[in-house]
Structures are given as structure tokens and as C-alpha cells.
């Protein structure tokens, strides 16, 4: 059975609401299609379709086959988009975002890197901790941190990065002991829009979610580099993703707390439009990204335990 062909069938069928839509779509036989449903509901051992002599009507199973098989040709255009172009030179204009302080320190190094091996690429990156409208504001890539719920976007995982609270050795001098989310009860916090806002933290124990609720905020700020510096002099604890603060911990100056009750980690991702409306730039940026950004990631990746 040609599953890629499987799969375009099934897709034609949903779209269209037949299977007699979906033969004229695709240009083959009723039969054919007929055949092929049936081959394919066989080989998964489920049903994708309830189906009378008018309707036809998607099943659960059915859903969850429908986008692996739309993520899977997806995946497949692009790939033969890449050597369709690939006697092309990417060049023009290409712009994109990302969030401040990781655009500054990885996606800048990753978009050097890329404009020297395609000198002919011109490249506009706005850095802003919002998130922002591709279509409208003429984004060509957006890299985000945390989870995209965006439908009639492509949300590419290249990574992801954990969150840490930290704090100054001095002032986990003078709060002496820090051994249970119980005990960040009246610590001075630092907080950092976007990582952490309002009175609740959510942390993780035994893999379920912990809210801890904070009573003392000392400072709440929206950039990331004055809620660090609030932290280096002591003023409260921090909670920063892993990229903003881990050189400052391999260097001494900041210190985790609770790391047997770190959340989960929040996926780091392309953002962009689907693969009809990408230029040649940006299919080559991306799969660019896709590398470069992968393993600057790695850093911040591993899970960490205390001993």
C-alpha cells in the first residue's frame, strides 16, 4: 500500500465530504479511492470513517490519523520545495523576531552565521518580548518560547529551555533555608513579566503541577536584564528562563533554588506560514534554524537534580 497515497485520500475525503469529491479531487477512480480507504482502515485496525450511502462522517481515530497525515505532507512539500530550489541562491529581504534576550544572545549568532554563508540575504530582526502577527506585521519567522496553539500557522520544536529560580548566595545566606516550596513563604521575590507574573508560581513535584503562592514581590519588571540585576544585588529571588541566567550560575553569581521542583521545560519553535506562501530565504533559514538554534539548545535541555 503507497501510505503516502493513503494519506492524501483520506485528507481529500475530509476536505471535500465524500469519497466521489474526493475521487474527482484526485483524479482517480471511485473504486480506487474506495480501495484504498478500505486498505488503510485494514493495515490501522480502525475505523476512520462511519459512512452510509450519503455521508460519510470522521471518526476519533480518524482525527488523529488526519494530522499526522497533514503534519507528514507537509513535511514531504517542503522537502521536495528544498530540492526544487535548490540550484536557486536564496537572496532579498527576510525578516524576523524574537524574544529579547534569546534573540540577543542565540538567534543573532545563528542569523550571523546564516547571512555569511548567503551573502545575498538581507536580513531585518526585531527583538520584542510580545507576541507578534505574522501575516500583518510581514514576518517571515517567528521564534517562540512557550506553547503556540496557532492553526494556520507551522509551529516547527527546535528545542526548549527550562525555567530556574535563583538567587544571590547572599541572600540565600540571609534566608538560611530554602529546602521546600513551603519555605518561599515571605521570600522577596523578583518578577519577571512574562516568566512570572502575579502572586502564583508554579513549580512540580513527583511530576504534578505545585502552585506555591508568593507574598512578598519586591520588584515586578518587564526586561529580563533589570530583574537579573535586581537578583545579583540581592533584593529577591528570581525565576528566569534557563538561557537568561545560566552563565551567571556557572559563574557563582547566582545560585538555584528547589531544582527537585523545577516545571517542565517550555519548547522553544519556529513559527512561520505554510510552506505555499514561504520564499526560498526562508525555507533555507529555517532549515538553517532548525540546526544551528537545535544545538545551541542542548545547553539548556538536560534536567538537573539535586544531589
Not at 62 to 90: H, M, N
Not at 178 to 185: E, G, Q, S
Not at 289 to 304: C, D, H, S
Amino acid at each position: 500500500m503507497d501510505t503516502v497515497q493513503a494519506m492524501r485520500v483520506v485528507l481529500a475525503i475530509i476536505e471535500h465530504g465524500s469519497l466521489t469529491a474526493a475521487s474527482e479531487k484526485l483524479d482517480v477512480s471511485l473504486p480506487t479511492v474506495v480501495r484504498v480507504l478500505a486498505s488503510t482502515e485494514q493495515h490501522l485496525g480502525v475505523r476512520l470513517f462511519e459512512r452510509t450511502t450519503r455521508h460519510v462522517r470522521i471518526t476519533e481515530e480518524g482525527k488523529l490519523y488526519a494530522d499526522v497525515c497533514r503534519t507528514v505532507i507537509r513535511e514531504i512539500g517542503d522537502i521536495e520545495d528544498v530540492f526544487r530550489d535548490k540550484e536557486s541562491e536564496p537572496s532579498g529581504p527576510l525578516s524576523i523576531t524574537a524574544p529579547v534576550l534569546f534573540g540577543r544572545h542565540h538567534v543573532a549568532p545563528v542569523l550571523n552565521g546564516f547571512m555569511a554563508r548567503y551573502p545575498k540575504v538581507t536580513v531585518n530582526l526585531s527583538l520584542i518580548d510580545r507576541v507578534t502577527d505574522l501575516l500583518e506585521e510581514g514576518i517571515d519567522v517567528a521564534v517562540r518560547i512557550g506553547h503556540v496553539t496557532a492553526p494556520d500557522l507551522v509551529v516547527s520544536r527546535v528545542g526548549q529551555v527550562r525555567r530556574y529560580l535563583c538567587a544571590s548566595p547572599a541572600l540565600l545566606a540571609e534566608l538560611r533555608t530554602l529546602k521546600t516550596p513551603d519555605d518561599l513563604n515571605g521570600a522577596p521575590f523578583i518578577c519577571l513579566a512574562g516568566v512570572l507574573g502575579g502572586t502564583q508560581l508554579m513549580l512540580q513535584e513527583n511530576g504534578k503541577p505545585l502552585p506555591v503562592k508568593i507574598t512578598n514581590i519586591r520588584m515586578t519588571t518587564n526586561n529580563g536584564d533589570t530583574a537579573i540585576s535586581a537578583c545579583l544585588s540581592g533584593l529577591g529571588i528570581g525565576f528566569f528562563l534557563s538561557y537568561q541566567v545560566q552563565d551567571l550560575i556557572d559563574a557563582g553569581q547566582l545560585e538555584r533554588v528547589l531544582i527537585d521542583y523545577q516545571p517542565e521545560p517550555l519548547p522553544v519553535s519556529l513559527v512561520y506560514l505554510p510552506s505555499r506562501r514561504v520564499s526560498i530565504r526562508s525555507r533555507t533559514f529555517i532549515a538553517w534554524a532548525k540546526v544551528k538554534l537545535g544545538e545551541r539548545l542542548i545547553r539548556f535541555a538536560t534536567p538537573e537534580r539535586s544531589s
